[in-house]
């Protein structure tokens, strides 16, 4: 069911992000060959490691400021080179920084100026190409329809994949009319025809339709065509990269837990835990310690809070924090946070728009309780009362829980029924995809969003959302259908 979705979406990002930094070394080499001639590969040795640290910087800057996303499209060309430029001095800020380090690594004035100028132009060119791509190229679907309900489905949720792909039409089975608006191309037993006169993509398909046995041989014929065929929930992972859960079966479940390879969660994760919450201690001392300083100036009691939260497979541990809050804030019991908590200390509130309390967890993640990403550790207390509300909430136990995550940094601060829903939908995607590589890239994000002081109520609005589509009959595999067409919200 993954039909190489996850190498489509992420793998376009690193090939732009590797891009980039490819780009950034070889102006500097040009510039070193202009500038020394054929004696150049002799100032390389001496030069190379400031110039491999402005190549993985500068694209580290790209990412954090959103310029590899599908949303930056919009864009006009003064803006995106200006966060170009940037982007660009920051990575020179570093670049510059080396050099008190090494100082034998110091790139000389006549070269800096000569590769800075070529790596910026370089990096223009390619953005340029990149944001017309953006804007330009849209994938072409057809989409199998089996009955009302598809068609239903297609009309109530195009939404999900106006922005990246083009419905091209219809293709229905024999004995079924299409009724709406969509363009009709013909008999689904024309399918390959189809596919090859309209030049199509990808097909797509209903989760009852993608598990019609009378459609399995077509389905093969066109998967060893190399057309790409797809039920809607994985149309929703490459364009949102989140998992709604009105879609999810028992066959989705078991293909993503059979994906992340057992080495990664057992070795190669903890490694990248310890290497990443060691050197973040180091580095995150100094607003560690103002955070410290901050809470034992400002309130009375201790400075670290310590919570029972669940961990794995539900086993509870104590999480360390950054006391936010007033002592005795929960003396009648667990309430849900909420983003502007009347309970927070005087400096409580910037502590947590700026993550600075949750500094102390990379204790929890040196003893193995937490990973550095993951999906969010929960209350005990509120496990139970959202499982019992949210279908697959507990799927989110069964791997290591994370100081930061996918759901968080695409999903505002929840307090509700409602925003653990959707959190979760990026948790389920998450855990399907895990990676060393997606890992590097939500700590990038996690950047951004510590540096914009956390996601506003608006970005929630902004999130698409999937649509239950009922009142139309019944299910292409016979399953009643309720009257309504609603948006999903368990919080009625």
Known sequence: MNNGLWQKHWVTVFRHFALDA??????????????????????????YPSILLGAVAFPCTVYIFGLYAPQTATHGVFKRALTLLVCFGIALVLLLGMFYVNFSSRIGRGVMVLGASCAYLTALLHH????????????????????????????????????QFELVGVAPVEGFQPAGDTR????????????????IDR????NASYGDARLSSLFCQLRYAGVTVMPLI??????????????????????????????????????????SSLAGLVCLSPPLLFGIIATKLTSPGPVFYHQVRGGRFGRSFRMIKLRTMVVDAEKGGAVWAQAKDPRTTPVGGFLRKYRIDEIPQLVNVLRGEMSLVGPRPERPEFVDELAAQIPFYRERLMIQPGITGWAQVCYPYGASVEDARRKLEYDLYYMKHMSIFLDAFILLDTVRIILKGGLGEAHKQQIPRYETVRSVGARPDGAAVAPAVEASNPAR
Not at 134 to 151: H, W
Not at 239 to 249: D, R
Not at 262 to 270: F, G, T, V
């Open 234 to 275: 994985s149309l929703c992972e490459e364009a949102h990269q989140s998992v709604p859960l009105e879609l999810i079966t028992t066959e989705w479940l078991l293909n993503a837990s059979s994906l992340p390879h057992m080495l990664y969660i057992k070795k190669l994760k903890r490694g990248f835990d310890i290497a």
């Open 22 to 47: 490819v780009l950034f070394a070889l102006a500097f080499v040009f510039g070193m060959a202009l500038r020394f001639g054929a004696d150049w590969q002799g100032k390389l040795v001496e030069y």
């Open 184 to 199: 009709n191309l013909g008999s689904v037993s024309d399918l390959m025809e189809i596919v090859a006169r309209h030049d």
């Open 203 to 206: 097909v797509l398909c209903t």
């Open 128 to 163: 340029m190409v990149l944001m017309n791509r953006l804007k330009s190229y849209r994938e072409r679907l057809v989409m199998i329809v089996t009955g009302p309900f598809d068609e239903a489905e297609i009309q109530t949720n195009s939404h999900l994949w106006r922005r």
